[in-house]
């Protein structure tokens, strides 16, 4: 079973939000230390410990792979999955033009890249799903707002960008206003757990959306290639 989508919450909240208020944008500056690949709205001004928490559990690190390996990446993971037709609609409505499936054989240079991947994501005593996740996005493509199934991936989730750049939103569910855009460029990782795991909606915007800090982010055809933790077992039968 692929690792994807639930539409009601099947975990309590992750962390309470409680407002603190400060005097200006600069004053939250000098309490959030925002990375550049982070653009949180200005609601968080009234919740700079929400803010921080956000951060703290979303990280990103540009350039995680070369164009080689991205290129090996590609020419391993395309031809296994060009055999499936771009699907129109997720079965739970969270994915519009899109392809994915699982695969647990990587040639050894590939293995490399995914095992440096799950050393950074995960600790070694977690256990992890051996199969790789690849969501192929067209370039007209888009994921909507949803939290990934805690019954079939665990607190933290990996994922390899190649093809495109693109940006992943983060909407709390208790406030939308407090939501974060996050430009995923290509050949990055990025590592979600803990808050942004479990409080955050996320989401791939489309081209019409995909604006980062003023500039048009335009999306072409994205793979991302996914690792996961094994779920907790309590909510393996839900």
């Not at 690792?3 to 944008?25: D, E, Q, V, Y």
């Not at 995923?184 to 996320?202: C, E």
Request: proline share 4%.
């Amino acid at each position: 079973m692929i690792c994807i989508l639930i539409t009601k919450r099947l975990l309590p909240t992750f962390n309470i939000i409680k407002p603190r208020r400060l005097s200006s944008k600069a004053e939250f500056n000098n309490v959030v230390e925002c990375p550049s690949y982070f653009h949180l709205s200005n609601s968080f001004i009234d919740f700079p410990n929400e803010a921080k928490h956000l951060i703290d559990c979303m990280h990103i690190q540009y350039d995680f792979i070369d164009e080689d390996q991205e290129k090996s990446l590609f020419d391993e993971a395309d031809p296994f999955i060009k055999r499936l037709r771009y699907q129109v609609d997720h079965w739970d409505d969270a994915i519009h033009q899109y392809r994915e499936t699982e695969k647990l054989k990587w040639n050894p240079e590939n293995t490399k890249i995914i095992n440096k991947v799950r050393e950074l994501a995960f600790p070694r005593h977690v256990g992890q799903i051996k199969y790789v996740h690849i969501l192929d996005l067209d370039k007209d493509g888009y994921i909507k707002p949803h939290i990934d199934a805690v019954r079939f991936c665990g607190d933290t989730i990996a994922g390899l960008s190649l093809l495109s750049d693109s940006i992943m939103r983060l909407v709390n569910e208790q406030n939308k206003s407090l939501y974060g855009d996050i430009l995923l460029k290509r050949r990055s990782l990025y590592v979600m757990k803990g808050t942004a795991r479990f409080d955050y909606t996320h989401e791939i915007l489309a081209n019409e959306k995909s604006i980062f800090k003023g500039e048009t982010i335009v999306k072409n055809r994205r793979i991302s290639i996914i690792c996961r933790n094994e779920p907790d077992p309590k909510y393996m039968g839900i």
